[in-house]
């Protein structure tokens, strides 16, 4: 099978494209230019000489229609995104064109070309704001309340993938991804920024994490569970809107604590907190509840909070050596 991803050099993509590998398929992917080439396929460098990969935007309609011309997929994964929530506020005209917009430019180009071309868009618990069902959890029928540029993008894709569903008969799949993480995890998330920075400590590079909200809650899952995810909601017989997550939520706090206790540091003494990376809007809690997805699939996380953030630290302790 053909199957072209957007956002193929991001963290998801990288580990989606592995997995197509492994299960025997033609993988194509879009990637931007940009003027350093080696950082922009870092994260695929070790596959590379197994893709095909053409360069496009979804901000630029002909490039997309080049790409589905070029690979001929029956499935596109559309993984590309401006990503980043914090950054979302500083930068909301470009996070609607590329995350919202860009969604509709891919649609559209499928109909065009083929619509008999299944996709799947890469939406996410970020749509919910601070919505939640009674019971603190967050599921397919819980209200949609983003609170961010990047959530009320997202929101954007999402009807539309329904809309191109319901109008034009096409398999358009909606995957609402919470949380989700690893070492390829851009350093300026949560995650990656607090193992890679307590990493950096330890070894006496720096002296403090300076972070925003330590309260928030989310539902942390790692990304090499999440893309098997996305796999087995594309074998579905019909297009679906599903939640995936791993039903667990643990504080920004949590984190911090289990990254410093690996590590034997003292949170008085290197952890401090600044302004400046809190959001203008946040959501507080996010939880989400997958029965839908696993009843289907037969999906389930493999790899715990616990372990995700030690394979991290693990990761940031050979790398910085
Ligand atoms: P990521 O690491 O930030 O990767 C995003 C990818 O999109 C990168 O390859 C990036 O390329 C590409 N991209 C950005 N703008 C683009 C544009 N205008 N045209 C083409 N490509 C563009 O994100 P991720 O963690 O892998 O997430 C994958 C998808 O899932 C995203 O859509 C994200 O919003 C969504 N999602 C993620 C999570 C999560 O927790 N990770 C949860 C829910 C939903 P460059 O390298 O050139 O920037
Ligand atoms: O790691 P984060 O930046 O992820 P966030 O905002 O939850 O968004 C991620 O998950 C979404 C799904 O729910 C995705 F759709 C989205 O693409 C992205 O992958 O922040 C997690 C929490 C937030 O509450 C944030 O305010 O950590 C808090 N936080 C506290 N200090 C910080 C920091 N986040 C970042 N990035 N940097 C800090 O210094």
Not at 123 to 140: I, L, P, T, V, Y
Not at 197 to 206: C, Y
Not at 265 to 286: A, G, M, V, W
Not at 310 to 320: A, C, G
């Amino acid at each position: 099978m053909n199957v072209l991803i957007t956002g193929i050099n991001g963290q998801d993509g990288s580990y989606l494209a592995e997995l197509l590998l492994e299960l025997g398929h033609n993988v194509h992917g879009i990637v931007r230019r940009n003027s350093q080439s080696e950082n922009q396929t870092s994260r695929i460098e070790h596959i590379r000489h197994q893709l095909n990969l053409y360069y496009g935007d979804l901000t630029d309609f002909a490039s997309i229609i080049t790409a589905l011309k070029k690979s001929e997929p029956q499935i596109v994964f559309n993984l590309a995104a401006q990503s980043h929530v914090k950054i979302s506020f500083e930068q909301p005209v470009y996070t609607m064109q590329a995350t919202g917009l860009g969604f509709l430019n891919l649609a559209e180009a499928v109909r065009i070309i083929n619509p008999a071309i299944k996709i799947f868009q890469a939406s996410s618990s970020e749509m919910f704001g601070n919505s939640s069902d009674g019971d603190g959890f967050q599921r397919e029928l819980t209200p949609f309340a983003p609170v961010s540029p990047y959530g009320i993008a997202k929101l954007m894709a999402y009807q539309t993938a329904i809309n191109y569903r319901d109008s034009y008969n096409m398999f358009v799949t909606n995957g609402i991804f919470f949380n989700h993480e690893s070492p390829r995890r851009g350093t300026n998330f949560l995650t990656n920024k607090v193992c890679k920075t307590a990493v950096e400590i330890s070894q006496g590079k720096t002296d403090a994490l300076v972070l925003g909200n330590m309260h928030t809650r989310r539902d942390w899952g790692h990304s090499k569970d999440y893309v098997k995810a996305m796999w087995a909601l594309m074998q579905l017989e019909k297009p679906t809107d599903a939640i995936c997550a791993t039903g667990i939520t643990h504080s920004v706090g949590d984190v911090v604590d289990h990254v410093f206790g690996r590590l034997k540091l003292n949170r008085t003494q290197h952890l401090r907190t600044d302004r400046k990376f809190e959001r203008p809007t946040e959501i507080l809690s996010l939880c989400g509840e997958s029965s839908k997805l696993r009843n289907l699939t037969g999906w389930k996380p493999e790899i715990s909070f616990e372990q995700m953030l030690d394979e991290m630290v693990d990761y940031w302790i050979k790398e910085l050596n």
